[in-house]
């Protein structure tokens, strides 16, 4: 693998060049203009969505269930290890490009969630299929059928070999034997035989785990690192300061001319944003779309927190916390810097917390892509035929993933989940007129609720 990565670096280069990242960032402005901000105005309702939807009309698990599927993928080592590399090689600013991509990105998502439930079908076993090769194929036509197709082949390749497994797996080996010093090995099996038997009960069983980890998990992490910013809230508005002004001249931990670490800021930030909170890539929809909502709209909503929760709050977190402790500087990279800026804060206990929060964001990763994987599979083969085959070779990897080198690993999954959003990116722009007018529709019908519970109340008070 070693030998491969000049290689590899030169095809992650291209992928995440210029014309991907204008492609990203470009249709997340493009659908924020035509939903004329609706990510900053519909922000509000979107959270109270969360717990208070109705979960009425078809669908295979609730839409809080569908959500902590797509975070349980989301919410990973991009959170962590991820923000780490980002900022260690691009600087402080990268962490400012990851704020901009998801803020156009909670577009992005809106409208993934949105036409996941548009064009859900149903599969041969009875259960709700949808995402990105469905509303291609029954949005756009059968004639970019090949698209799809495409797509879902992606998919397959980023469950195996990018996200779903080698990151998630070699951070939280990593992390348990810098953490309690338990041998990597025993860690590895451990974990292989912990997924093989969730992830063979399918979407129901992970529905269920990730239901319950995910609440637990990201408020530990929250508070956790609120604890460390608060010991050092007199330097956060310098830190702050630092963040916009490196995303613009130029300051990064590895060195390099200005003009090239403004680049590196950026390409980083954008390229680990879309790692962590996957807007864009076309992954979320695929859970999305199981939510029982007759409203597609309101899933694309309850969609959009996903990116919010996952980058705005999360990776700025571990933003803060690199930055405000000084780590970004040292000689540390990847889990090990982060553990050392709340090891700073907190002492050893520090570490250890943060492995257990790496731990339990790296396992629900590894949940919520076998199932995306799962679900490109039956689409591709027609069938559940193609499942068993695909789980063992998914368990294999999980097996083999502590053994490879990090650096290979996130250009690995770099290159495979830009394969990923570009058919994903074309239908959203090709079916952008679908999501304007599906907006408008629902808040039509939110308006006439509204106004039908005033006059009600009005009637009441007389």
């Known amino acids: 693998m070693e030998s491969l990565l000049p290689i590899l670096n030169a095809i992650d280069s291209f992928m995440w060049g210029p014309p991907l990242i204008t492609l990203l960032v470009g249709t997340g402005i493009f659908l924020t203009i035509r939903l004329h901000l609706l990510q900053v105005f519909r922000l509000p309702r979107a959270l109270g969505l969360i717990f208070g939807a109705k979960n009425k009309g078809e669908g295979d698990v609730s839409s809080f269930k569908a959500l902590c599927v797509a975070l349980a993928a989301t919410i990973g080592t991009g959170n962590i290890v991820g923000v780490a590399t980002a900022i260690k090689v691009g600087g402080p600013g990268a962490l400012f490009w990851m704020w901009m991509a998801a803020f156009f990105g909670m577009a992005t998502k809106y409208s993934e969630g949105l036409l996941a439930v548009k064009y859900r079908s149903v599969d041969n076993k009875g259960e709700?299929?949808?995402?990105?090769?469905?509303?291609?194929?029954?949005?756009?036509?059968?004639?970019?059928?090949?698209l799809a197709t495409f797509f879902a082949v992606a998919t397959i390749l980023v469950a195996f070999l990018g996200i779903g497994t080698f990151p998630q797996v070699n951070a939280i080996v990593d992390s348990t034997e810098i953490a309690f010093g338990i041998p990597k090995v025993a860690t590895d099996i451990a974990l292989t035989l912990l997924i093989a038997a969730i992830t063979l009960g399918g979407l129901q069983s992970i529905a269920r785990v990730a239901s319950k980890i995910i609440p637990f998990m990201a408020l530990m992490y929250?508070?956790?690192?609120?604890?460390?910013?608060?010991?050092?809230?007199?330097?956060v508005p310098d830190a702050i300061a630092m963040i916009i002004r490196s995303a613009f001249t130029g300051e990064a931990a590895v060195g390099g001319f200005a003009?090239?670490?403004?680049?590196?800021?950026?390409?980083?930030?954008?390229?680990?944003?879309?790692?962590?909170?996957?807007?864009?890539?076309?992954?979320?929809?695929?859970?999305?779309?199981?939510?029982?909502?007759?409203?597609?709209a309101e899933q694309g909503l309850i969609s959009m927190t996903g990116t919010f929760i996952d980058t705005i709050i999360i990776c700025s977190m571990t933003g803060l916390a690199l930055i405000l402790t000084g780590v970004w500087c040292g000689d540390t990279a990847g889990a090990a810097?982060?553990?050392?800026?709340?090891?700073?804060a907190y002492g050893p206990i520090g570490s250890q917390l943060l492995t257990v929060a790496l731990i339990l964001f790296a396992f629900t990763t590894i949940l919520g892509w076998n199932y995306y994987g799962e679900r490109a599979c039956i689409y591709l083969f027609g069938s559940t035929k193609g499942v068993l085959p695909y789980r063992i070779i998914f368990i294999a990897l999980i097996a083999s993933g502590a053994f490879l080198k990090l650096e290979a690993i996130w250009v690995l999954a770099d290159i495979v989940n830009g394969l990923m959003a570009i058919p994903n990116l074309i239908a959203l722009i090709a079916l952008s007129g679908v999501i304007v007018a599906e907006t408008k529709r629902y808040m039509d019908h939110r308006r006439e609720v509204e106004t039908r519970a005033r006059n009600i109340s009005n009637i009441r008070k007389q």
């Open 259 to 296: 003009g090239s670490t403004i680049m590196m800021a950026m390409q980083n930030g954008v390229a680990r944003g879309v790692f962590s909170n996957e807007s864009g890539l076309g992954s979320a929809p695929i859970a999305a779309a199981a939510a029982k909502t007759k409203w597609p």
């Open 128 to 146: 709700i299929a949808g995402g990105p090769m469905y509303y291609i194929r029954n949005g756009m036509g059968e004639k970019y059928k090949p």
């Open 337 to 344: 810097m982060t553990a050392a800026a709340f090891a700073s």
């Open 222 to 235: 929250v508070i956790i690192s609120l604890g460390l910013i608060i010991i050092n809230i007199s330097v």
